[in-house]
């Protein structure tokens, strides 16, 4: 089965700038989540779809953050303008239910906001 | 609001030593506890879920316990391949299907 694919893998841009992400989960996945890894520290949640509805966004900045996940399956994350404190690792997961076989995580895209 | 603590923060051992790490926790309602597996510029890999206190479970080197406030992740006579950062992340029965992780314990495992 094909993993979780994300791009870019690297994204290097300046401040106020902005950026998006992209995520394809595994087929037939029904939710899918984005996390932010800061280095050094765990993943941190910031939006969970469940088809192509928002189920959880309550840590995601929505003055500078937002994610739409169209016909249920690709999701894109993005952020405008950027702050230097985006700077982390961008993790797309997808799960087929409530996730007792652990998540899939792709490989992340690391963003650099100079 | 649920947490995760996980200790010690960085853990280096000689080949063959076994150790443990530990991961404490607070949530409303455990729905399951989840072990990953993460290597530099990759993203976590699935180990283990625990349920209820009392539980293991065992792979390869790996073996996870839980209890009501903690689980423990034992590496038993560990290999230079088994280096890498462990993640500890709760389910809570109310939060649907969100995992709040702990920060990570990073191995190195030294031949």
């Known amino acids: 089965e094909a993993g979780v694919a994300q791009s870019p893998r690297y994204k290097i841009i300046e401040k106020r700038q902005s950026v998006a992400f992209w995520c394809n989960p595994i087929?037939?996945?029904?939710?899918l989540y984005w996390y932010q890894q800061i280095l050094g520290q765990g993943p941190k949640l910031l939006i969970q779809f469940q088809n192509n509805g928002v189920v959880d966004d309550s840590q995601l900045p929505k003055d500078r953050f937002s994610a739409e996940r169209l016909k249920g399956v690709d999701s894109t994350l993005k952020i405008q303008p950027a702050k230097l404190e985006d700077s982390a690792v961008y993790l797309c997961?997808?799960?087929?239910?409530?996730?007792?076989?652990?998540?899939?995580f792709g490989s992340g895209t690391r963003l650099t906001v100079v | 609001e649920d947490q995760v603590t996980q200790s010690p923060e960085a853990l280096r051992l000689q080949e063959g030593e076994s150790s443990s790490l530990n991961c404490s926790y607070t949530v409303s309602g455990l729905r399951g506890l989840f072990w990953y597996r993460q290597d530099p510029g990759k993203g976590p890999e699935f180990l283990f879920t625990l349920y209820s206190a009392g539980e293991e479970k065992e792979k390869e080197r790996l073996k996870a316990t839980l209890t009501k406030k903690e689980s423990f992740l034992h590496i038993t006579a560990p290999k230079p391949e088994d280096s890498a950062t462990y993640l500890c992340a709760v389910q809570a029965k109310a939060a649907g299907n969100k995992l709040t992780f702990g920060g990570g314990t990073r191995v190195l495992v030294k031949p």
């Open positions: 997961a997808s799960s087929s239910n409530w996730g007792a076989d652990g998540y899939t």
């Open positions: 087929s037939g996945h029904a939710t």
